[in-house]
């Protein structure tokens, strides 16, 4: 019928969405925020998508409406769903990069045998490097 592609349109939009937010966790900080983006033009497209079968549900037979609005009334509820994860996810992101920033600039450096060694490490990676020379020295 005339409401399939809005359909079409929907189930491809949450899949696209749910795809692209699975590899967030495992994904490096740059790649984080372009998920994100990717994600939220795929969110404001499915917002988009459900005001437009809004109005045509107003144009179908009147014992249709009742079944579509409710078809709807889910399409929405999984919007709102997304929304809240990408909201998160953000938050998580941002903290991370505050993390990151707040440290100082040298985060990125490691000392190996006294000499600085700029090794891309994360500031993990320097602390727990710190420990292991500890270790060592006990």
């Keep these: 019928g005339e409401l ?4 079409d349109a929907f189930e491809d939009g ?9 590899k967030f966790s ?6 984080k925020s372009q998920i994100l983006k ?13 005001k437009a079968y809004k109005q ?3 144009e179908m037979p009147k014992n249709q409406e009742k079944n579509l609005m409710d078809k709807l009334q889910g399409y929405n509820q999984k919007i709102s769903e997304f929304k809240a994860e990408i909201k998160t996810k953000e938050q998580e992101m941002l903290a991370s990069k505050k993390e ?7 985060d990125n450096v490691v000392y190996s045998n006294g000499k600085l060694d700029y090794n891309k490490m994360t500031s993990k990676q320097v ?12």
């Design 4 to 7: 399939d592609d809005y359909e």
């Design 14 to 22: 949450f899949q696209s969405l749910k795809t692209n937010l699975d």
């Design 26 to 31: 495992k994904a490096q900080l740059l790649e």
């Design 56 to 58: 045509k549900i107003f």
């Design 127 to 138: 602390i727990n490097h710190g420990f292991n020379t500890q270790d060592k020295s006990k």
């Design 100 to 106: 990151l920033d707040g440290d100082s600039d040298d």
């Design 38 to 50: 990717t994600a939220k033009r795929n969110l404001t497209e499915l917002e988009d998508n459900a």
